[in-house]
């Protein structure tokens, strides 16, 4: 027998409830005959292409809704990553929490169950969650680069998190940064930061992003500013805003560089769905939209380019 599912065929003119369902009830089958990983794979690309195939507002009412009522919930939701993006204990999407799990950087809960685990495995190592461990992994590297590039540089992240890729950075830990400011508005966060990475030179700074577009954060003379996962959730206006107010505050030949997920990413059908997770996603042309609305007397140069799977694309700004 064939270790994989068929691909879900797709007849538009059949209610999406209808064939989502025979999804779902495939999905359990194929679970209960062994058959996990090739199961679940079918149910994420089945996702996406109903996402793809219906009408936005048929999407929505689906995802948002109906999908919930399928016993195939309860399988999603024993991974502790999945379900605790859709409870959103702090109250939004993309938690410094969630991030820890998907960075696989915390135990699991002692009540995990053994199909929770199976569920929490295959899902952190899908491609949305890969990308994010090497957006951590890059945005290191890229304070490794400023490190060596001036000495003792002072680096902003916008809307921090836990600062992950400071914990991942060798100039953090060799004390090579001159200033490393982390901006949150998340004081369980920041609180975090603290107690971990307060005697390696990190000040948080408690402040929401409207503060820094309107000039409330007085920071000047940076070397690095960055945003990590923020964009995911900014409109044009306010990316453009956010943006403009970090190029103000890195020196000439600093770096503002900014992520945003690609519309090309093969689990967002999963994520609106069972983990409650709509982000804005953006592609190269999305990305010099937000670079075309900065003041040109202060841009030297941009640039947009993606990670080593194509999932995030990133917009780099150096000041003139």
């Not at 999407?93 to 199909?115: S, W």
Request: aromatic residues 6%; hydrophobic residues 45%; charged residues 20%.
């Amino acid at each position: 027998m064939s270790s994989t599912l068929a691909p879900i065929t797709l007849d538009v003119e059949r209610p999406i409830n209808d064939v989502a369902t025979e999804l779902f009830d495939a999905t359990i089958a194929q679970i209960d005959a062994g058959r996990f990983a090739p199961a679940m794979d079918a149910m994420i690309d089945g996702l996406l292409q109903l996402r793809a195939a219906y009408p936005v507002e048929q999407w929505r009412q689906f995802s948002q809704y109906d999908c919930l009522h399928h016993p195939v919930k309860e399988i999603a939701h024993a991974d502790p990553m999945t379900r605790r993006a859709f409870l959103k204990p702090r109250g939004y999407p993309g938690d410094a929490g969630i991030l820890d799990l998907i960075y696989r950087a915390v135990p699991l809960p002692v009540d995990i169950t053994r199909l929770g685990a199976r569920v929490y495995s295959h899902t952190t190592s899908h491609p949305a969650c890969a990308s994010v461990r090497a957006r951590r992994d890059l945005l290191a590297r890229l304070v490794d680069e400023t490190a060596a590039r001036v000495e003792q540089p002072r680096v902003l992240s916008v809307a921090c998190g836990h600062l992950r890729e400071a914990q991942a950075s060798s100039a953090v830990a060799a004390g090579g940064i001159g200033a490393y400011y982390a901006l949150d508005q998340d004081r369980e966060s920041l609180a975090l930061i603290e107690r971990e990475m307060g005697s390696m030179g990190v000040t948080t700074v408690n402040e929401s992003v409207r503060s820094l577009v309107t000039g409330r954060v007085d920071l000047s003379n940076l070397d690095l500013a960055y945003a990590a996962g923020l964009y995911d959730y900014l409109g044009l206006p306010v990316a453009v805003a956010v943006t403009r107010a970090m190029l103000h505050m890195v020196k000439p030949g600093g770096r503002v560089v900014v992520a945003n997920f690609a519309p090309n990413l093969t689990d967002i059908g999963y994520m609106e769905t069972f983990m409650a997770w709509n982000l804005i996603y953006r592609d190269e042309a999305g990305m010099e939209e937000i670079a075309a609305g900065l003041p040109k007397d202060l841009v030297a140069s941009s640039r947009s380019f993606r990670d080593i799977d194509g999932n995030i694309v990133y917009l780099e700004v150096v000041r003139s």
